[in-house]
């Protein structure tokens, strides 16, 4: 079951909202239709997307287009629960050793937790161990730049599209100025292509390259806290010390929720 992003959807939603209501509001509802140009969507977002195309490869394109679904997905792991889950482990392993953790590892979801559990109990060095997580850290991360690149692209090209397109209407504008009476909506649908780039750029773009640059942060500190607690339980450090060690990669409060949690799950 995949769980919406409530924050994500609301936001969008609300931002449409707030653009209807500024046309309405200054030109009612017959105005709206003023306010729709082909030509000037044709060029804005057609000219966009286009030098966008130029600036990464077709995969990472698609890939980019695809990952605005991305930001309605909540995650489904938070960092307190995986430390718990890591803390778990460490007993099984202090208790039944470190073979027992094959068992173990069947019942996780997490491939990047459970390729790090199986490298441990193959008796894999510990700096080989850090060597190949670290590397398919950097990897994943990469991945994840992609698409954040793909987005910061095309928040650049949209008003720079937009401007384009007032340019060539201000040059037709300029060129029919014989009368007086079309200078006006001239203008104006000279200006509703920097309209468009602005709204690409600051509704859609901005906001889905920062959703997707803190969703990567979180992910690559979930991932951080695998491989300390790997390395940890490698170690044969004691579970309570693994925990405290773990427990710095969390916020103030949030060390709080889990420490109450912990007690919580113990005298249930």
């Known amino acids: 079951m995949i769980l919406v992003d409530i924050a994500s959807l609301l936001g969008i939603i609300l931002g ?37 195309l130029m600036s990464v490869s077709l995969q990472n394109f698609i890939g980019g287009i695809k990952s605005m679904g991305l930001i309605f ?16 482990l460490s007993n099984v392993a202090r208790k039944e050793g470190l073979l027992s953790l094959e068992e173990a590892a069947e019942d996780l979801e997490d491939p990047f937790l459970k390729k790090g559990i199986l490298l441990i109990v193959d008796g894999t060095d510990p700096d ?6 670290e590397t398919e850290l950097v990897s994943v991360e990469g991945r994840h730049k992609d698409k954040i690149g793909f987005w910061d692209t095309l928040s650049a090209m949209g008003p720079a599209w937009g401007m384009i397109g007032t340019l060539i209407g201000l040059v037709d504008m300029l060129y029919n100025m014989e009368d007086p009476s079309t200078i006006g909506p001239a203008m104006a649908v000279a200006l509703i292509t920097t309209l468009y780039g602005s709204l690409l750029a ?31 339980i490698q170690a044969g450090e004691n579970p309570r010390v693994i925990e405290e060690k773990l427990k710095s990669f969390l916020a103030p409060a949030e060390r709080e929720n889990a420490a109450e949690e912990a007690e919580a799950g113990g005298e249930a």
């Open 128 to 133: 080989l161990v850090r060597a190949i997580m």
């Open 202 to 232: 600051n509704w859609i773009c901005i906001p889905v390259s920062n959703k997707l640059k803190a969703d990567n942060d979180v992910e690559m500190m979930q991932k951080e806290v695998m491989i300390e607690g790997l390395l940890s």
């Open 16 to 52: 449409l909202l707030a653009i209807v209501f500024g046309v309405i509001s200054s030109a009612g509802l017959g105005g709206v239709y003023e306010y729709l140009d082909y030509p000037s969507v044709i060029i804005t977002f057609g000219g966009a997307f286009a030098c966008t």
């Open 73 to 88: 997905k909540a995650p489904v792991v938070n960092t307190a629960e995986m430390i718990r889950k890591i803390i778990d």
